[in-house]
């Protein structure tokens, strides 16, 4: 196990011996129950400082924080296992959402306004919402890789939407449309720069 590992299992083994829940531990210590729970979780690690002021609470040393423990990895597992899955579950059913949303105005606008053309945007508009929601969901929940990727995506269907937008309402442009993707690439130089530039923090 790592460092953040070790640190997991022994906080969450402190705070239930001295029967504290996180919020309680949080509050003592200053810090949000969020904070305690990424702790424990094994996302992240406090500050050297914090990580004194914890060892001084407990009574222990940092020594005694980030060693190995003798037991609790299993738990730590299943906990990040359970978490993956919950989060792989909101972010189907944030996408369901956006496709029922898409679908139902698909449908009433074909019902009431049988006439309007091209109802079927109602879906490739649903792309890059969909790309929205998946880059708030991992920038929320810390996984920069994939929040890069969904960046990425988004821009590139950003601009899909635009073009086909163009093609159905103004086919007369359809000529130099092509010079519209000219800018993603630095947008997408950009996020590339961005994802290697955090690396090194």
Known sequence: MDLKENFAVNLSRYRKEAKLTQAELAEKLNYSDKAVSKWE????????????????????????????????????????????????????????IV????????????????????TWLCFIYALPITFIVLTVLSAVWGKRFLNKIFVSCL??????????????????????????YLIGIPLQGLVVFWYFLGREK
């Open 99 to 118: 496709w029922l949303v898409a679908i139902c105005g698909y449908s009433f606008i074909e019902i009431i306004i049988p006439t309007l053309k091209a």
């Open 41 to 96: 979780r094994g996302e992240s690690v406090p500050d050297i400082y914090a990580l004194k002021n914890i060892a001084d609470f407990f009574g222990t040393s940092v020594d005694a924080l980030v060693e190995e423990p003798k037991e609790g990895t299993e738990a730590l597992r299943k906990n990040r296992k359970h978490s993956w899955r919950k989060r792989c579950l909101i972010s189907l059913c944030s996408i369901g």
């Open 155 to 180: 821009i590139w269907t950003v601009l899909a939407a635009v073009q086909v937008s163009v093609t159905v309402f103004a086919p007369s442009s359809v000529d130099n449309i092509w010079k519209l």
